[in-house]
């Protein structure tokens, strides 16, 4: 079986532009999640998605944006982008948001933005 | 909120030797799950074992196994055996489950060297 695809595995931005990263969960995992992760610290949660609906988002602000598609894939965008910006976003998919259920990651799409 | 703390920020051990990762962690939640991830230069997180909060029985998967004090807040992983390809960072997590969604805190991670 295929594991959560990320597109695209790099991408180099301008500031003040606009991205979108997508996400490919595995199949009969109704649940995605995007972290971030600056270059050497951990992940940080950006938003959880569950069955289209935002089920939880965390303390980023709001030129990020998510959504969750019917074939529960999902997209994340920047808007207005910042040298900050510039980490590797990983996506995780799970079967549901029950702690039963762990994240399955992908590889990520490092962004850079200069 | 919660915290995770991962002290050590680079380790190493020989090949075929035993090294043990430190991780303490900050909550007020009773029922929880705490997670030890590997990311290899590949980037992408493998779950390597996961801990439930309520259980006093230590985890175990192979030749990776944690001591989970939970009075301590303190959930160390232990790797026997060491392969050269457990060369990786390794990240302490933890899952607090609230409403309708949960959310991985990660701590800072551990950089883990095996030298042949």
């Known amino acids: 079986d295929a594991g959560v695809t990320q597109s695209p595995t790099h991408l180099i931005k301008t500031r003040g532009q606009h991205v979108t990263l997508r996400c490919s969960p595995i199949s009969g995992h109704k649940s995605v999640s995007w972290y971030q992760q600056v270059l050497g610290q951990g992940p940080q949660f950006i938003f959880q998605?569950?069955?289209?609906?935002?089920?939880g988002r965390g303390n980023f602000p709001d030129r990020f944006s998510a959504r969750q598609f019917p074939n529960y894939s999902s997209e994340l965008n920047v808007n207005a982008l910042l040298l900050g910006d510039s980490a590797l976003y990983l996506c995780?998919?799970?079967?549901?948001?029950?702690?039963?259920?762990?994240?399955?990651f992908g590889n990520g799409t490092r962004l850079t933005v200069t | 909120a919660q915290t995770v703390t991962q002290s050590q920020p680079e380790m190493s051990v020989q090949e075929a030797e035993t090294v043990t990762l430190s991780c303490t962690y900050d909550?007020?939640?009773?029922?929880?799950?705490l997670f030890w991830y590997k990311q290899p230069p590949s980037r992408q997180m493998i779950l390597v074992i996961r801990q439930e909060a309520y259980k006093q029985q230590n985890a175990t998967e192979n030749r990776f196994s944690v001591n989970f004090q939970k009075a301590a807040k303190s959930f160390s992983l232990k790797i026997s055996d060491s392969q050269l390809g457990d060369t990786a960072m390794y990240f302490c997590?933890?899952?607090?489950?609230w409403g309708a969604g949960n959310m991985l805190t990660f701590g800072g991670g551990t950089r883990l060297m095996v030298k042949p």
């Open positions: 909550t007020s939640e009773n029922n929880y799950y």
């Open positions: 995780a998919s799970s079967l549901d948001v029950t702690g039963y259920s762990p994240l399955h």
């Open positions: 997590a933890f899952m607090k489950q």
């Open positions: 998605y569950y069955e289209k609906e935002e089920r």
